[in-house]
C-alpha cells in the first residue's frame, strides 16, 4: 500500500489545482534567483549562459513573431528575458501571486514592453489570432485541462504562428514506478502535511495537502523533520523528501495516529505524457509540424560549464546574448530521453 493508497481510503479529500494549492503558496517560483527575471542575468555565472541558451531555443522556434504570448509565466519566466528581444510580450498566470510577482519584476527590470494577464489557460482572455507566437514552460501540464490549454493557444494564435513549449518528461525523470515524497510542518495553530505522488504507470503527479490541529504529537514530529515547506526552501534547506509507506515520522503511522485531528484535506492531479503522447495532442488541437526535442540545457551546460572551468566566459561576456541566441538553434540536436525536460514546437496553418 502506497500513502496515497491510504489517504484516498480513509480522508475526504476536496479537489483543487495546481495553481491554488502549489504555485498561490511559493513565495518565488524558483529556488535560486532566475537570470533576466529575478536578476539581471551575469555572464561570470555559467547558469546564466544555460539559462539564456533556453531563451535562444524559444526565439529560434519562435522565428520572426512580434507578439508572443507566455502560458503559464509564473515570476516572468521565459516572458521577461524573451522581452528583451521580442517586442511585445504578454505574461498570463492563473495564480494571482505569481502574476503580480511577474509584474513586479518587469516593472524593477523596466521592461515597457510586457503586459501581464491573470487567467487560466483554458480561458485565455484574448480574441482569436491576438499573437504570433505562444510559448509555455512546462505550464500545459499544469492546466486542469491541457488539450482545452492547447485548443485556446492555437485559437489566439495567427495563421502561421509559432508555439514553442517545454513539458516535464516524467518517464524520463522516475528512477522507480512509483515515488512519494513527503514533508510536514506547522503553520501557526495547525500542521500541514503534503504528499507528491508520482508514477509511470500511469504518468500521473497527485499532490495531497492535509491539515491538522497542531497537537503535540504532530508538532514533536515536524520538529524532528526540521523542515523548511518546499515553496519556502533554499537550495540547502530541502522540503519534500523521499518517503516509505512505513516511515514513522512521514509515513501511514503518522496519518493513522493522527486521524482525529485532521481538519481538511486538498489536492489536484496531473497527467503527464509521454513526447509521442504529447505530439499527438497538440496536433489534435490543430497544431502542424509538431516535433519534440530534448532540453538544449543539456548541451549548454556541456559547453559553458568547461568554458567558465577554463576561464573563457570573461572573454565572451560582451557577447553573451549573440552567443547564445545563435546557440539557441541548436536545440533540434538533443534527442528526446537525453533530459527530464523535452521541447516541442509546432506552428498553426
Known amino acids: 500500500m502506497t500513502i496515497e493508497d491510504w489517504i484516498r481510503g480513509h480522508v475526504p479529500v476536496e479537489a483543487s489545482t495546481s495553481a491554488a494549492l502549489r504555485y498561490e503558496r511559493m513565495i518565488r517560483q524558483a529556488a535560486e534567483p532566475l537570470p533576466g527575471v529575478h536578476r539581471p542575468a551575469d555572464p561570470a555565472q555559467p547558469f546564466d549562459w544555460v539559462e539564456q541558451a533556453q531563451i535562444g531555443a524559444f526565439l529560434a522556434a519562435l522565428g520572426e513573431a512580434r507578439r508572443v504570448l507566455d502560458i503559464g509565466t509564473g515570476d516572468g519566466w521565459p516572458a521577461l528575458p524573451l522581452a528583451r528581444r521580442v517586442p511585445e510580450v504578454v505574461a498570463l498566470d492563473p495564480s494571482p501571486r505569481r502574476a503580480a510577482h511577474a509584474q513586479d519584476n518587469a516593472v524593477r527590470l523596466g521592461l515597457k514592453n510586457v503586459e501581464v494577464a491573470c487567467a487560466p489557460a483554458e480561458e485565455l482572455p484574448f480574441p482569436d489570432g491576438s499573437f504570433d507566437g505562444a510559448v509555455a514552460a512546462c505550464a500545459i501540464e499544469q492546466s486542469t485541462d491541457p488539450a482545452q490549454a492547447l485548443r485556446e493557444a492555437f485559437r489566439v494564435l495567427r495563421s502561421g504562428g509559432r508555439f514553442a513549449a517545454m513539458f516535464e518528461d516524467l518517464s524520463a525523470e522516475l528512477r522507480s514506478p512509483i515515488e512519494e515524497t513527503a514533508e510536514l510542518y506547522s503553520d501557526g495553530e495547525q500542521a500541514v502535511y503534503r504528499l507528491v505522488h508520482r508514477s509511470l504507470a500511469p504518468l500521473r503527479e497527485v499532490e495531497y495537502e492535509l491539515r491538522f ?43 493513522e495516529a493522527s486521524c482525529d485531528e485532521l481538519i481538511a484535506a486538498r489536492s489536484f492531479e496531473l497527467r503527464h505524457r509521454s513526447p509521442a503522447e504529447t505530439i499527438a495532442l497538440v496536433a489534435e488541437a490543430g497544431f502542424e509540424g509538431t516535433r519534440a526535442y530534448g532540453n538544449i540545457t543539456w548541451l549548454a551546460r556541456d559547453f559553458f560549464g568547461p568554458a567558465h572551468r577554463d576561464g573563457l566566459l570573461a572573454e565572451l561576456a560582451p557577447h553573451m546574448d549573440g552567443i547564445t541566441r545563435a546557440f539557441g538553434h541548436l536545440y533540434a540536436a538533443v534527442p528526446v530521453g537525453k533530459t527530464s525536460v523535452f521541447f516541442l514546437v509546432a506552428r498553426k496553418p
Open 213 to 255: 490541529r497542531a497537537s503535540p504529537g504532530l508538532r514533536s514530529a515536524a520538529e524532528e523533520v526540521r523542515p523548511v515547506p518546499t515553496f519556502r526552501a533554499t537550495p540547502a534547506e530541502p522540503g519534500l523528501r523521499p518517503v516509505a509507506p512505513d516511515d514513522p515520522v512521514l509515513g501511514i503511522p503518522l496519518l
